[in-house]
């Protein structure tokens, strides 16, 4: 089976837009090829690349269609010639034949770019989609994303709940040593809500109210009061099983381990990558230079003293989670405010972000069995 595909693999300034204006007048040059322009849809990223695939198409063609023909456009006729298997005299009729039908249905020769040709598909099946049949196209999103930020802020001293989170983010910005302007930072949240990154995550918040977040909020603060207890009752148990075996600090090489434990147990931060806990199980934890006996008290407790630490290090990587999980929750709550704003200022003006139509369009097709 043949492959459809024909694939450009270049990195820039290597002659893609060349390459492509090749391929393109092959396609509409084609010895049997009749008004094959207004079958060929060419999508491109920007208008700048739009307007450049555009002219580079019609000038080759009008250099074609030349007599004496243009040193400029030498290589790609002879290129064009000899793949389409043309003479140089066939090629010059075509060219100037299909120039003229392209001049006089101009709008059926397709080059845009692919959010031009989102919004057209859109705007066709707007009834389908359920979107006003007027709506308008907004292509700036900082202009979008500000007025929604000013909303948001304009609610700060009459929305006692919106406050509280407004207040404990700027509090948290100050103790780390950051920017205070809110405004900004709410700015650079928002831009998440136009990044289709993050789409699948970002409307799942969308059913979700402040007061949902500030719940989950105070659930996760039990959960890593009780995960940080947990941790101590561990450290303090392996503690007590060196004890009880009379063993000291200086019997495990550099006191790592019992300092280590310790620490938990005080609640303090532990480096959990040093090396002598992933090889803890492998290697003697003692000095070379300790006594046999206290050799042999270390290695009939060993086995269980390396089953604590892995226990502690799973239960150190769940309350690193909860923490990170408990210090998003203040964004995520900004974000889920400004993507409130957001909508409802989309739809009381009719306006569709640019950044929406892929979504719109996706789950359009989506529920179809044949897209």
Known sequence: MANNFLIYNASAGSGKTYTLTRAYLELILAPKSSFAFARILALTFTNKAVNEMKERILLSLEDFAS??????????????????????DDLQKKADAVLQQILHNFAFFEISTIDKFNHRLIRTFAKDLKLPQNFEVQLDSNLLLEESVNQLLDQVGKDSVLTEVMVAFALEKISEDKSWDLSFDLKNMGGLLFNEHHNEAIAGLKQKKISDFTRLKEQLKERIASASEQLKQVALSLLKIIEDQGLLTTDFSRGSLPNFLSKISRGLPVDTSAQWLTSFEEKDPYPKSKSQSTKDAIDQIKSELSHGIDGLLKGIATQKNLENAYRNLGPLQLINAI???????????????????????????NEQSVP
């Open 67 to 88: 007599q004496p023909l243009p040193k400029r456009s030498e290589s790609i006729f002879n290129e064009v010639a000899t793949n389409l298997n043309l003479t140089p």
């Open 339 to 365: 993507q409130f704003q957001l909508k409802t200022l989309c739809e009381k003006r009719d306006f569709l972000p640019i950044s929406e139509f892929n979504k719109l369009i996706k789950a359009a097709l």
